[in-house]
Nanobody
Framework: VQLQASGGGLVQAGGSLRLSCATS????????MGWFRQAPGKERDVVAD????????YYADSVKGQFTISRDNAKNTVYLQMNSLKPEDTAVYYC??????????????WGQGTQVTVSS
């Protein structure tokens, strides 16, 4: 199983980025997918997750109304649209997959992480 996250970068406050996570070797259509982030000196926390069909989603309070998680089951890819970015959104963002129903706290597979840096 491989998860390849991409789309991170340096952006000014107020800007937008779209992260992508392409998967392979995974039964994507029956996997809960999640995005996590880890800022320097902090623990890795869930940002958002999404059910198999995409009909159910969860967002951390800190990103509600700002980030949108989505998935394309035909492309085995999950996305995180991040708008109105703030310096406190700076972190390494990870995608993860769990071969079990939404919601779950146990993720089996992780991507390598993509750095998002928001300048003030």
């Amino acid at each position: 199983v491989q998860l390849q996250a991409s789309g991170g970068g340096l952006v000014q406050a107020g800007g937008s980025l779209r992260l992508s996570c392409a998967t392979s070797g995974l039964t994507f259509t029956t996997s809960t997918m999640g995005w996590f982030r880890q800022a320097p000196g902090k623990e890795r926390d869930v940002v958002a997750d999404i059910s198999w069909s995409g009909s159910s989603t969860y967002y951390a309070d800190s990103v509600k109304g700002q980030f949108t998680i989505s998935r394309d089951n035909a492309k085995n890819t999950v996305y995180l649209q991040m708008n109105s970015l703030k310096p406190e959104d700076t972190a390494v963002y990870y995608c993860a997959a769990a071969p079990r129903p939404w919601r779950t706290i146990r993720y089996d597979y992780w991507g390598q992480g993509t750095q998002v840096t928001v300048s003030s």
